[in-house]
């Protein structure tokens, strides 16, 4: 995940994430996607984000042959 992102929640067909600068909520639907972006303008750049709680599911990043470069349990 990209180490700007502060805060992310993914659903069935959706994933949104949020940086110091930005909200970006992205969809998908069969074969078709779309993503919005949105920029804070003027927004204090010292705000912190917050997730209040954990969910439930967990994440695993497997990309290529090697394990020791695999993100599990995150």
Do not use: C
Request: proline share 3%.
């Amino acid at each position: 995940m990209d180490t700007r992102v502060r805060y992310s929640a993914q659903a069935a067909g959706a994933r949104f994430s949020f940086t110091q600068q930005e909200a970006v909520f992205a969809f998908t639907r069969g074969n078709k996607a779309a993503a919005l972006r949105l920029a804070f303008l003027g927004a204090n750049p010292e705000a912190t984000i917050k997730g209040r709680r954990l969910a439930a599911g967990k994440v695993n990043y497997l990309l290529g042959n090697d394990p020791a470069k695999w993100h599990t349990g995150h």
